[in-house]
């Protein structure tokens, strides 16, 4: 088992340092479970970013995440906004739910943390039991182009986000510092998070790591379909095209194999 928990400055920065939208994958994710219409799962939740404009349509949604810090900072936002939707503190690869999903989407590239590749269809197995016969499952998958590309960067530490904290005077740093096994399809991430008050002294900070796993097309199609899939599609960056050179996000769309 790998599992990656978000705790700490990662989880509380998450919103400032990883909020935004750049791809309008959110738009995408919004379109989809209004066209599901019904019973909708986001594994790998986190603090809502996506679940909570799916919410805010009036679709019934659970969020589904292994770490309580992320899943209690949704809880805030969503009672912040006046709307509900259920929460539960699982992993990805072994969760249990009673009810069977028309729409399961992991967003965000959550399914790339199960670095082992065990871990990676036990997931997909789950996802394919927790659909219903008609039910479509779509995730987001990133590709690291730029670090593959830019090999000299293996093992550099370098500042990522530099962000002002609303409301203070203290700033939030994060400095990453990437390792790659480009035969493994292996990212090792070191994450610096640092908060610096207005003297410039560091008040906290802390280190953390993350292991992500990057695909192919055809690699996560046939994964796909050794999970109990069909129809496999893969669409590059949130549009309806298919995958093709220059896309940087595959969203990867699937249907339960009927019996
Ligand atoms: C990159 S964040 C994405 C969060 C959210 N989907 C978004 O798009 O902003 C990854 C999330 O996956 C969760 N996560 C990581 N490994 C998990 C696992 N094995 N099972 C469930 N959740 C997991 C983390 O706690 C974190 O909230």
Redesign the pocket.
Known sequence: M?????TGLE?EL?DLF??SDDFD?IGYYVDLALNAGGNCL??????????IPIAQQGIKITG????N???EECRKRLSSEGISASLIE????N?NCENNFDLII?????FQ??DDRN?ALA?LKNFQKHLQPEGLFVM?LFTPFYEISHEFLDGVWRLEKDEKIEGSENRALCHSCVDLDRCENLMEVRHRFELINNNGITESSEIKFSRLRWYGKYEIKLLLERAGFQQVRISGDFENDDMRDGHAVMSVSAVPVSL
Do not use: H, Q, W
């Not at 986001?42 to 679940?51: F, I, K, P, W």
């Not at 589904?64 to 770490?67: F, I, R, V």
């Not at 992991?106 to 959550?110: A, K, R």
């Open positions: 790998s599992a990656k928990k978000y989880a998450y990883r909020g994958e986001d594994v790998g939740c986190g603090t809502g970013r996506v679940l589904l995440d292994n770490s810090v992320m899943i699982e992993d990805m690869t969760f992991v967003p965000g590239g959550s943390l199960l871990d997931a987001s």
